[in-house]
């Protein structure tokens, strides 16, 4: 479809003579603002949509540490096990005495 | 800001990313509805309407047309709404999909300004795909996604606003010789 030849040329003049002094105004644009992004919902939108960054190795390092203070039992990080060395008919035999794990 | 940033813009509800679109589709978009409406007052109101339903319906935006025929096409409705109020009859029960060669439809030799009047008293079936194809410089592709229509019934209103703009139809296209 060609475009180019006289008439439609004439067409396309017209067309950009009646329209040329159409302008979207800025008060236009302001009342849509109103309409949108500063009315009410607008703003609860914005809220629900935000998108929150999170870099990911303090985010790692922070839910291990939850980790680490909520699940865990208490004292398993402290832990540390006695040993106790026993000579039996000239073999050596280690004897560890461990905590309980659970809670009481 | 890229077409994409803006409809990210656009879907987080950003003040900044609307005004953009605004500035980038205001003057065109409202040159086109008053060339459809032929009123500057409803033109205003489609082209605000039109922003505040982008605004309100973005989330269901899915990218399968470009955000530019998204917002004509919801322009588009709108306009076609204001027209079926002013009691237009924009169904057209035939459509005559042309063999004929559009390239030399309109070969008169018209006056400028019979040409304007011709285009002023136009059916607005016809002068619609006329504004998208001349002053909006939509291919017939882009016409047909943005109106949902066949190429081929794009193709044929283009040709009969044509032909009704040069004077060979008697009948069937002004609004004083409805069909």
Redesign the interface.
């Known amino acids: 479809?060609?475009?180019n030849?006289s008439?439609?040329d004439?067409?396309?003049?017209?067309?950009?003579e009646?329209?040329k002094d159409?302008?979207?105004t800025s008060q236009?644009?302001e009342?849509?603002?109103n309409?949108?992004?500063?009315s009410g919902k607008?703003?609860i939108?914005?809220i629900l949509?935000?998108?929150l960054q999170i870099p990911l190795i303090p985010a790692a390092v922070a839910v291990a540490a939850l980790f680490a203070v909520t699940i865990l039992p208490e004292g398993v990080l402290e832990k540390q096990y006695r040993l106790t060395s026993i000579d039996i008919a000239g073999s050596q035999v280690m004897v560890q005495e461990d905590k309980e794990v659970t809670r009481k | 800001m890229t077409e994409n940033q803006m409809i990210q813009g656009l879907k987080n509800g950003q003040e900044d990313a609307f005004r953009n679109m605004m500035e980038l589709y205001g003057n065109k978009l409202l040159g086109t509805c008053y060339l459809i409406l032929r009123d500057r007052e409803e033109a205003e109101d489609v082209v605000q309407e039109t922003f505040v339903r982008v605004f309100g319906n973005i989330r269901g935006f899915n990218g399968k047309s470009s955000l530019y025929t998204w917002i004509y096409r919801i322009a588009i409705n709108l306009s076609r709404d204001k027209l079926r109020k002013r009691s237009y009859d924009l169904s057209l029960k035939e459509e005559i999909v042309g063999d004929e060669n559009v390239e030399n439809l309109v070969e008169h030799k018209l006056e400028l300004g019979e040409l304007k009047r011709r285009l002023a008293t136009l059916s607005p079936i016809y002068r619609e795909v006329l504004v998208l194809f001349y002053y909006q410089e939509l291919s017939i592709a882009e016409i047909s996604s943005l109106l949902y229509e066949k190429e081929g019934t794009i193709k044929s209103r283009l040709s009969r606003g044509r032909r009704i703009l040069a004077g060979e139809m008697k009948k069937g296209g002004t609004e004083d010789e409805p069909e």
């Not at chain 1, 309409?35 to 500063?38: I, Y």
């Open positions: 479809m060609n475009r030849d008439k439609n004439d067409i396309r003049t017209i067309f950009d009646e329209a159409m302008e979207f236009m644009m009342s849509v603002l309409k949108t992004t500063r607008g703003k939108r914005r949509n935000y998108e």
